[in-house]
């Protein structure tokens, strides 16, 4: 994101894209940036309209949910409203990282001192190789499952597999009737660029059914301004299949040979353009069924770029890369 504080000399001019339907967007933000919203009872979620987290309040202090270093000091202050409101303790004593990624966990060292943090141990391993202080390591991590138990409230962890990123967890709250699970879905919205920059395709294309497995209402997803729905997932999963079928027919239906024939020597130049026709093909049909449906569907290049990724997963990773050669 670039920087709020920049000049309005230098706001650069953007095209006219598509209208933000009301219903994918959040709750105003407050004076200093945020909003933070009860989830169920004592479960909050805090967002900066971009990013989310989440945190619960307990007898015995604060367990928070990611700390997106946009949000930042406000997460402080979202804590010491609820806590004043309601007459609890406004001490952070857990810190459940979701996953690695620094955007969502950076801030993480406004809350050091006596807090006991949590994650998966793919989480600690690639912290220890990525050396960002910003981020501290997990005293507590997991495999395949940890329930943290803090002032008689009970959090569910869980791996499930890699996805969005290897160490990406499903965060359960069970008596909140609700689901943490970041960086997959995007409530209302299209997701960005490559799958939501994720790293494993087949893995992440699974991910909606098993976070649709779970008993929950709400789902605190980790971006933009309002918690999804379980009609917000089954819409994603939707443009994701419509994308994989579309990506199979075009893949079908394009013959790469003339783009070869034409690329001569140069046979990188022959793929680029087999490759970007097959795109071109699958994804047009899927920026015009979805413009006006999810938001900033006719931001195209994201919708091309999560296109070719799905097309290239279909090749390599489900083995429809051609004929073999007699
Ligand atoms: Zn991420």
Redo the contacts with the bound molecule.
């Keep these: 994101m670039t920087s709020p504080a920049a000049g309005a000399d230098s706001v650069p001019h953007l095209p006219d894209y598509a209208p933000i339907p009301r219903s994918a967007l959040g709750p105003a933000l407050n004076e200093q940036g945020y909003h933070v919203g009860r989830v169920e009872r004592n479960l909050y979620y805090v967002t900066d309209g971009v990013y989310q987290s989440a945190f619960l309040t307990t007898a015995d202090g604060v367990v928070l949910f990611d700390a997106p270093p946009s949000i930042g000091g406000n997460l402080r202050r979202a804590v010491d409203e609820i806590a004043a409101a309601n007459g609890v303790s406004n001490k952070v004593t857990h810190l459940v990282y979701s996953?690695h990624?620094a955007?969502?966990g950076s801030a993480a060292s406004l809350f050091d001192g006596d807090v006991v943090r949590i994650g998966h141990e793919e989480t600690r391993r690639l912290l220890l190789r990525d050396e960002d202080p910003a981020r501290p390591l997990p005293e507590i991590t997991f495999a395949d499952r940890y329930t943290l138990e803090v002032g008689g409230e009970r959090v569910e962890l869980a791996w499930h597999g890699p996805n969005?990123?290897p160490d990406n967890i499903y965060i359960h709250f069970p008596d909140h009737d609700t689901l943490m699970f970041?960086?997959v879905v995007n409530a209302g919205w299209v997701p960005i660029y490559n799958l939501n920059?994720s790293e494993d395709v087949i893995g992440y294309m699974g991910a909606p059914a098993i976070a649709l497995s779970y008993p929950w209402t709400h789902l605190i997803s980790g971006h933009l301004g309002r918690l999804a729905t379980r009609d917000d997932v089954a819409i994603h999963q939707q443009y994701i299949a419509d994308i994989e079928a579309s990506a199979k027919e075009a893949l079908a239906a394009v013959n790469p040979v003339p783009f070869y024939i034409a690329g001569g020597e140069n046979a990188w130049a022959g793929v680029k353009a087999h490759l970007d026709a097959v795109t071109e093909r699958a994804a047009a049909p899927i920026i015009a069924k979805y413009t006006g449906v999810l938001a900033a569907a006719d931001i195209e290049v994201f919708t091309t770029t999560t296109t070719f990724q799905i097309m290239q997963s279909w090749r390599l990773d489900r083995g429809h890369s051609g004929p073999v050669h007699p």
């Design positions: 996953h990624h955007d969502h969005h990123t970041i960086d920059l």
